[in-house]
């Protein structure tokens, strides 16, 4: 953290940064310090979808499932 502070410093001292280009740099930083506190080195994309719960496909398939029978059945009494 003190190293982000100082090297921060060091970038904005005599410059004239617009709001935009300094929240950049705070971004950068924090990323930096997620990264080593993590230990990860490594930037994980919010856009990436975690997997399904097991148990949440269970549910799905059992509805999906239900589903082809009712529409089985619908069938069924159609024909007759």
Known sequence: MK???ITIGKALKDKDLILTE???LIYA???VIIEEVNGTGCYKS???RPKIPLWVRLIE???NGIRKDLSALAEI???R
């Open 3 to 5: 190293t982000a502070n």
């Open 22 to 24: 300094i929240n950049h």
């Open 29 to 31: 930083a924090a990323m």
């Open 46 to 48: 919010e856009t990436h």
């Open 61 to 63: 398939e059992s509805i």
């Open 77 to 79: 009494k159609e024909m």
